[in-house]
């Protein structure tokens, strides 16, 4: 019997362990696949939009929009677009939903895959930030917790390979939070140029010493039992 609960006692630490390190935070439209679309579709469902000459969606394959198109994609059918031309440099941002609040000590791993459009020159893009921005309430002014500025890829090509890492300090515990897709256009001399967003994901894991006392805590309640 007090094997029995030992072994119970055991199973449930090891599932509240997993339940802890289980830190995928869902993100609503994370692959660009709403709405389903043949075309370019201004706009992006849970996602608000600002700035640019045109955000939204677009399948792979396709022509228009600003002259060009991705002939991959990492994830579906569907990516994310930002388009800004000649005469409109105001900074692209594409904000996802609110996604919850920060746990201080959690480490907040962001990935999305950033596309360069077709047609374009490959200097002059500017510059591109994934970010997690942050505020105290949850209709409050959102402001930027940790950014990545992210190396775009060749034309035409897709790159996941840089990641945002963000270890929340306590002095943002209970923030809100939510996911910038930043492009600040250098304003280079040329017409249209195009940023490609698609697969986004966000995973948090507990601060090692959460785990490392979920594990002493385990071990006294064990000790505890055996000597009962
Ligand atoms: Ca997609």
Redesign the pocket.
């Known amino acids: 019997m007090r094997n029995l609960s030992i072994l119970a006692c055991a199973l449930g630490i090891g599932l509240l362990a997993v339940h802890v390190q289980a830190g995928i935070i869902p993100v609503p439209n994370p692959?660009?696949?709403s709405p389903s679309t043949d075309v370019y579709v201004g706009g992006i469902p849970d996602w608000t939009t600002s700035g640019g000459r045109d955000v939204g969606v677009c399948p792979v394959g396709v022509s228009g929009g600003a002259g060009g198109s991705m002939s991959t994609?990492?994830?579906?059918?569907?990516?994310a677009y930002t388009l800004c031309d000649r005469g409109n440099w105001s900074p692209t941002d594409i904000q996802s939903a609110v996604l919850g609040q920060i746990q201080a000590g959690d480490t907040y791993t962001l990935n999305v895959s950033v596309g360069t459009l077709g047609n374009k020159k490959d200097t002059a893009i500017g510059t591109v930030l994934i970010r997690l921005l942050g505020a105290d309430t949850q209709d409050g002014a959102y402001a930027e917790l940790a950014s990545q500025a992210i190396t775009p890829p060749a034309k035409d090509a897709w790159d996941s390979t840089q990641p945002l890492v963000y270890t929340a300090p306590a002095g943002d515990a209970g923030k809100y939070f939510k996911i910038s897709l930043y492009w600040e256009y250098s304003g280079g001399n040329y017409q249209d140029s195009g940023i490609e967003w698609?697969?986004v994901q966000l995973i948090s894991v507990p601060e090692p010493v959460t785990l490392a006392m979920l594990a002493v805590g385990g071990l006294a309640v064990l000790r505890r039992r055996r000597a009962a």
């Open positions: 692959s660009f696949e994609v990492p994830d579906g059918n569907q990516y698609d697969n």
